[in-house]
């Protein structure tokens, strides 16, 4: 059984959650990229303690909206959000590797989950933007369309 948990939901000082409690009891974590919550310093704490303790990394991907923490719906142009996916991947895969480890999934976050499982366009944008930045597995609803996309 895999374990994962949403981690580095934090910005600066300010920390949502206990990752190092968390990276104890889990084997993957889904690891804020920036877009809704975590910044270069909290990726980069949150990838090496990950891969200290052997807990797979995954890119958990969001709309552009750190004031909304990534609840909110957006209309991004697919090609715009594939490059923002492939980009916040990108900003987590250097942390990860000079970890020691690799970015191993993706996960959508909050509007952009709900949002590409029932929306063919985004939901492509995304997987295209996991294909762009190299990374082949997906986390999400069987039978959704983020499921058919990939």
């Not at 910044?39 to 949150?46: A, E, G, H, K, N």
């Amino acid at each position: 059984m895999d374990l994962n948990a949403d981690l580095g939901e934090g910005f600066g000082r300010w920390e949502l959650t206990d990752d190092t409690a968390l990276l104890r009891v889990v084997t993957s974590a889904n690891v804020a990229c920036g877009f809704h919550a975590g910044d270069p310093s909290t990726l980069r704490r949150v990838c090496a303690a990950a891969a200290a303790g052997g807990v797979r990394i995954g890119a958990q991907v969001s709309y552009r909206d750190l004031a909304g923490f990534g609840r909110r719906e957006m209309d991004v142009p697919p090609g715009e959000l594939a490059a923002e996916v492939a980009y916040q991947i990108g900003a987590l895969q250097v942390f990860a590797r000079a970890a020691g480890a690799e970015v191993r999934y993706v996960k959508a976050h909050g509007a952009l989950y709900h949002r590409a499982g029932r929306d063919a366009a985004q939901a492509g944008a995304v997987v295209e933007g996991m294909g762009l930045a190299g990374v082949g597995v997906l986390l999400c609803r069987p039978g959704s369309e983020l499921d058919r996309a990939a």
